[in-house]
């Protein structure tokens, strides 16, 4: 289960800010998108090994939530439901070190 506790705040994203990190496999990204006033959270998962600028289009997967507290959490709970549903991809993600052999 993703700790909620390690995802930046809204405030983070707020100031331009983008929260990464990785989860048993699954790679993830949150960012403030969009043009003021309509500000949204983008969010996008792709499989290990490779950062996200290294990692073709067609692995990632993403959605937009609402620039608002409730659209972070609707946002968490989709990362965690793209984990709990995928759990085959990312349980067979290779290591950095397998994917360069």
């Known amino acids: ?7 930046f705040s809204l405030n983070f994203l707020s100031y331009g800010g983008v929260e990464t990190g990785d989860h048993h496999g699954m790679r993830y990204r949150m960012v403030r998108a969009g043009e003021k006033p309509e500000y949204h959270i983008d969010v996008c998962v792709w499989p290990e090994p490779f950062c996200y ?49």
Not at 1 to 7: T, V, W
């Open 1 to 7: 289960m993703l700790d909620r506790e390690q995802i």
């Open 53 to 101: 600028d290294k990692t073709s289009e067609e692995k990632k997967l993403r959605a937009e939530f609402p620039f608002t507290e409730e659209g972070r959490e609707r946002a968490i709970d989709w990362l965690q439901e793209q984990y709990d549903g995928q759990r085959e991809i990312w349980d067979h993600a290779p290591s950095l070190l397998a994917a360069m052999l």
